[in-house]
T-cell receptor, first 111, second 115 residues
Framework: ETGVTQSPTHLIKTRGQQVTLRCSSQ?????VSWYQQALGQGPQFIFQ???????GRGNFPPRFSGLQFPNYSSELNVNALELDDSALYLC??????????FGAGTRLSVL | AQSVTQPDIHITVSEGASLELRCNYS??????LFWYVQSPGQGLQLLLK????DTLVQGIKGFEAEFKRSQSSFNLRKPSVHWSDAAEYFC?????????????WGLGTSLAVNP
């Protein structure tokens, strides 16, 4: 049990819709990273938030956006969903030390 | 370019046999190194990490890994595999300084355990 919780656990959307995924970080952690994991692949870094500011971004289009709140929880927003956005979305929280602790993920299916 | 290679996509071992999962990396400087395990449909659990010091690190569930700087490798080992070890194993590397803790991941090795 890492103390990182993600909601919802599963989500079904249709193409063109928008989705918001949520993550509560572990107590004492000020950094949240989001990853996309397609079936049979390793996680791909989407972006990271450190003390409420974006602190690095992977190779994802602008329709992937995020927020981090004063309590260090975070949201991942995806606009104009595409079929290829179907994946497991993982959130990880960390302190400055750098060990990332993962939530169980949100499984997004885009039909 | 920064990358992590896990040469073995799938490995099958018998219960009680020893295990070694390979990981090679390409990175600008000596990174932080991690092994994570993922059960089907689940998130990632940290098995062990290397930051500095002793190059042989111990982790949870009886796993260990050895950092070899000259070979840019961080192989995971277990002397005796249990059926519950069947899962996907990921090697990851990240920066050893700064606030951006982006991890670079391998594609994973799927481990099956025969009874």
């Amino acid at each position: 049990e890492t103390g990182v919780t993600q909601s919802p656990t599963h989500l079904i959307k249709t193409r063109g819709q928008q989705v918001t995924l949520r993550c509560s970080s572990q107590s004492g952690h000020n950094t949240v990273s989001w990853y996309q994991q397609a079936l049979g692949q390793g996680p791909q870094f989407i972006f990271q938030y450190y003390r409420e500011e974006e602190n690095g971004r992977g190779n994802f289009p602008p329709r992937f956006s995020g927020l981090q709140f004063p309590n260090y929880s975070s949201e991942l927003n995806v606009n104009a969903l595409e079929l290829d956005d179907s994946a497991l979305y993982l959130c990880a929280s960390s302190s400055e030390v750098g060990i990332q602790y993962f939530g169980a993920g949100t499984r997004l299916s885009v039909l | 370019a920064q990358s992590v290679t896990q040469p073995d996509i799938h490995i099958t071992v018998s219960e009680g046999a020893s295990l070694e999962l390979r990981c090679n990396y390409s990175y600008g400087a000596t990174p932080y190194l991690f092994w994570y395990v993922q059960s089907p449909g689940q998130g990632l659990q940290l098995l062990l990490k290397y930051f500095s010091g002793d190059t042989l690190v111990q982790g949870i569930k009886g796993f260990e890994a050895e950092f070899k700087r000259s070979q840019s490798s961080f192989n995971l080992r277990k002397p005796s595999v249990h059926w519950s070890d069947a899962a996907e194993y990921f090697c990851a590397v990240g920066p050893n300084a700064g606030n951006n803790r982006k991890l670079i991941w391998g594609l994973g090795t799927s481990l099956a355990v025969n009874p």
